[in-house]
């Protein structure tokens, strides 16, 4: 019995705090916590105050002021609460400065001031509050019994086995969302430039009938996913062939636009870039959040592309040579070979 009773006395002062001193931890945090309230709604009162006081001495400078009794009303009420206070402090300590009476420029300052006063000391007491009752949850926390060492290793550590059958379902799961999908990347060559000493309303209104036009070639190729820059888009197909004929669209689809849509003096000029790949997808991922390498060397494909053409890296294009006019750029994008495509004349 005494060695149980001074193991308790020994985790109780672990705890931090008795009963006794919860309880007094406790009043303290709802005192400091009401007074700052009361506080902060005589802060609030005051300020209420000080501009009714204003603007009814501003009313006072109005001569038709009687023609209308609401505003007399709020005057009349405010020069009977006022005159009193005004009385007492001309009585109490000087009002006069050089022969103007400040009495009321001193009463809307003290009102201000007080505003001031409750306002800080009201924050300070709520936030010592807060204080306090984190400190309580510390408290709380510390109370709680830790288990004995051997016994929380022997429940919690996980064998060599364990982790290697969590790692292998984890990475089947990740597997399952690895899908093989075409990238195709599109930005107007130029487009800073393009809108240099034009009407910005017009050149908004030509970007935003492209964009349509570009809309309207990618769903019309299946696109799954895409994500706009101002000027450009990134978007996901299930096959390279949609991703090399929404490009090819877009191109052939500009001559038209230029012709007959845009009426900013520039053409519309593009770089299309596409590769495929595995990547982590699934549908409920926007494009604008995946990041893969896959996904990067499509926008290196258009970057580094050819004006009004597509660029494509040779893995991805090389099974559809047959269907698809590409040829050899003889250059390399992040290491790999390219093949472009452009317009016969």
Not at 320 to 328: I, M, P, V
């Amino acid at each position: 019995m005494t060695d149980l009773k001074t193991e308790t006395n020994d985790s109780g002062r672990a705890a931090g705090a008795t009963w006794p001193e919860r309880t007094g931890l406790n009043v303290r945090i709802i005192g400091f916590g009401s007074v700052g309230f009361i506080f902060r709604l005589i802060r609030k009162a005051l300020i209420a105050l000080f501009f009714f006081a204003i603007i009814a001495t501003g009313l006072t400078y109005f001569r038709d002021l009687p023609k209308y009794p609401f505003f007399h009303k709020i005057v009349v009420y405010e020069q009977r609460v006022e005159a009193p206070i005004l009385g007492v402090m001309r009585r109490s300590w000087p009002t006069n400065f050089r022969g103007s009476d400040i009495s009321r420029l001193m009463l809307f300052s003290a009102i201000y001031l007080l505003a001031i006063l409750f306002g800080v000391v009201g924050a300070g007491l709520t936030q010592q509050a807060a204080h306090l009752r984190g400190w309580r949850e510390t408290l709380k926390e510390a109370h709680h019994p830790i288990p004995a060492s051997g016994s929380s290793q022997s429940e919690v550590k996980m064998t060599r086995k364990d982790l290697l059958e969590i790692y292998a379902k984890t990475k089947k799961s990740l597997e399952e969302h690895k899908v093989h999908m075409a990238f195709l990347s599109i930005d107007v060559v130029n487009s800073t430039g393009m809108k240099a000493g034009e009407e910005p309303g017009i050149a908004e209104r030509d970007f935003r009938h492209y964009k349509r036009m570009v809309v309207k070639v990618l769903t019309e190729n299946k696109a799954v996913k895409s994500a706009w820059t101002p000027d450009g888009v990134m978007a996901g197909f299930r096959s390279v062939r949609e991703a090399v004929l929404a490009a090819q669209g877009v191109v052939a689809g500009l001559k038209q636009f230029n012709r007959e849509v845009k009426a900013i003096k520039c053409d519309f000029a593009i770089r299309a870039g596409v590769n495929a790949g595995e990547v982590f997808c699934d549908d409920a991922t926007p494009m604008a959040e995946m990041t893969d390498m896959v996904i990067d060397i499509a926008g290196h494909m258009q970057k580094y592309g050819c004006v009004n053409g597509v660029t494509v890296s040779k893995r991805a294009i090389e099974p559809l040579l047959g269907e698809f006019r590409f040829t050899d750029a003889a250059r390399l994008v992040d290491g790999l070979p390219v093949y472009e495509w452009k317009p016969e004349a």
